[in-house]
């Protein structure tokens, strides 16, 4: 049999040698910038994912790449870009927050205030911040009070947040979210960030410790920790209360973890720093710390017989304006929206809204719309539900960035809009990316993350010197796990920066489509 099989297979392969088909050399890989991230973009894991993408030449206008530029995602906190050039176009960079402290009449004979003491906040988010020019107000404020001779107050320090109507959080904020130092009440009145530090560490006997710092800040714990617990040590405060439970036990092997948690009543904790430097200074107070927010009112704002003890103002909006942005900073963000608002609501014209918005921030988000109206973006490429970019609610398409992004450039606050931006492997949420790629450095961008969705957009130079703005925008991916549930390949974020290279990298207009 196989004798007989040999003549042909012999004759087979020698036809096989003799065959002017070529054999076809594998694929080349793509060689335009624009074939490369078609490219990137066609991997099998994100088949169920949805990328939008919009690159535009600052120098011409052009577009240079665009992919599902037109489609509607969450920004993440990309939606600080918006909030950031509304505040300083509606307020300037050197516009600045005052926190005042009154008395409610003038201080009689002997040193006796027959009266209360008021603390008004008008929204400096970094009132009281350790790094901040107010650090020491609580101390200045009792000294000014010390100076007018005051030694007893007969009645009341009200700690006063009426100055914002509204919530004190997003609409849209998530509330598993509300007890994190990323989502801190946005208090008229706060101080310190809003935000204390949690430290749980292994004691030897029942699992952990737990302390609060500063114990000022009210939040009172409730240790339900123990060594025989094998559950994974979890901290948890019901929206509205000031009680924190921990639970659980300490992993084996680790002593120590620690925690930035929201303040639960960031105008009563400012209330009880102040009344704590009074003592120091000798100042009795007769009554209680109490606060008044929305949707209480002050009747002693409007009275003639305030009278001014103590001021501090905020830096100027610019470093304000910076936090939010380098740092992505919520609370800074979400001030600077509501700052926006209690000046429109003092014009009180609302021109798409009937009846007008209610809230500070319905104010703010009114300015915003004629914002966009005015840069040419179209209400269906760009709607939000407050400044920070926590709420789902709020969907951007990515050509409405850039277009955004193109306006600052002519705007005469463009280079504190600039200044405020990370920049790529140097500083704020940028410091740690982008090392050893061509975007090193070249790339100014604003960061966006949240579960499955994930944003970049900026400017960068290409290597032709080219300027760009661009936005990238990855939403709806759910990032490939083992069978243990562990993440696998590329975080999302190097997926974004990835691509950003490309473009920083590049000397060639990618093809538009």
Avoid at 190 to 196: L, S
Wanted: proline share 7%; with cysteine; charged share 20%.
């Amino acid at each position: 049999m196989i004798t007989r099989l040999l003549p042909g297979l012999l004759a087979a392969l020698s036809l096989a040698a003799c065959s002017t088909t070529p054999v076809r050399p594998p694929a080349p890989a793509p060689t335009s910038l624009a074939a490369r991230i078609d490219a990137y973009l066609a991997q099998p894991r994100f088949a169920a994912a949805s990328w939008g993408i919009h690159v535009v030449s600052l120098d011409s206008g052009r577009t240079l790449y665009a992919h599902g530029a037109d489609k509607l995602a969450v920004p993440a906190s990309n939606a600080k870009l918006y909030t950031a050039a509304l505040a300083l176009d509606a307020l300037g960079a050197d516009y600045r927050i005052a926190t005042t402290l009154y008395a409610t009449r003038s201080p009689g004979a002997h040193g006796v205030l027959r009266g209360d003491l008021l603390l008004v906040g008008r929204g400096d988010p970094g009132f009281g911040a350790a790094d901040g020019p107010t650090a020491d107000w609580a101390e200045r404020f009792a000294e000014a009070v010390a100076a007018r001779g005051i030694v007893r107050v007969r009645g009341d320090l009200l700690a006063d947040a009426t100055f914002y109507r509204g919530p004190e959080f997003g609409s849209g904020w998530e509330a598993g979210d509300l007890q994190s130092g990323f989502a801190a009440p946005v208090s008229a009145l706060g101080v310190a960030d809003n935000t204390v530090k949690v430290a749980v560490r292994r004691d030897g006997t029942r699992c952990c410790a737990v302390a609060v710092t500063p114990a000022a800040a009210g939040l009172a714990v409730v240790n339900l920790t123990s060594a025989a617990s094998d559950a994974a040590l979890g901290l948890y405060r019901a929206p509205g209360t000031s009680t924190l439970y921990a639970l659980g036990s300490l992993p084996a092997g680790v002593d120590a973890r620690n925690y930035t948690l929201s303040a639960p009543d960031p105008a009563a904790w400012a209330g009880n720093l102040l009344r704590e430097a009074l003592a120091r200074r000798g100042v009795r107070i007769d009554g209680e710390v109490r606060t008044l927010r929305w949707p209480q009112t002050d009747p002693a704002l409007a009275s003639a017989d305030l009278q001014p003890l103590a001021e501090a103002a905020s830096p100027p909006l610019s470093e304000l304006v910076r936090r939010a942005l380098k740092d992505s900073d919520n609370l800074y963000a979400q001030h600077l929206l509501l700052q926006v608002g209690l000046q429109a609501a003092r014009r009180g014209v609302c021109a798409d809204r009937a009846p007008p918005p209610d809230t500070t921030d319905g104010w703010g988000l009114c300015v915003l719309r004629a914002l966009l109206a005015r840069i040419g973006i179209a209400p269906g490429a760009a709607t939000f539900e407050e400044g920070s970019g926590l709420s789902r609610k709020d969907l951007v398409a990515p050509r409405a960035t850039t277009a955004l992004l193109a306006w600052v450039r002519t705007q005469p606050f463009a280079q504190a809009y600039l200044d405020a931006l990370p920049v790529a492997g140097v500083d704020g949420t940028l410091d740690h990316r982008f090392a050893g790629t061509p975007a090193d450095g070249r790339l100014q961008a604003k960061t966006g993350t949240l579960a499955h969705s994930y944003a970049l957009a900026g400017y960068v130079t290409d290597a032709a010197g080219k300027r760009l703005a661009f936005a990238l925008m990855l939403d709806r991916y759910v990032r490939p796990t083992d069978a243990r549930g562990e993440p696998t390949g590329p975080a999302p974020s190097a997926d974004l920066d990835a691509i950003a290279a490309m473009l920083a990298g590049s000397a060639e207009a990618p093809r538009g489509r």
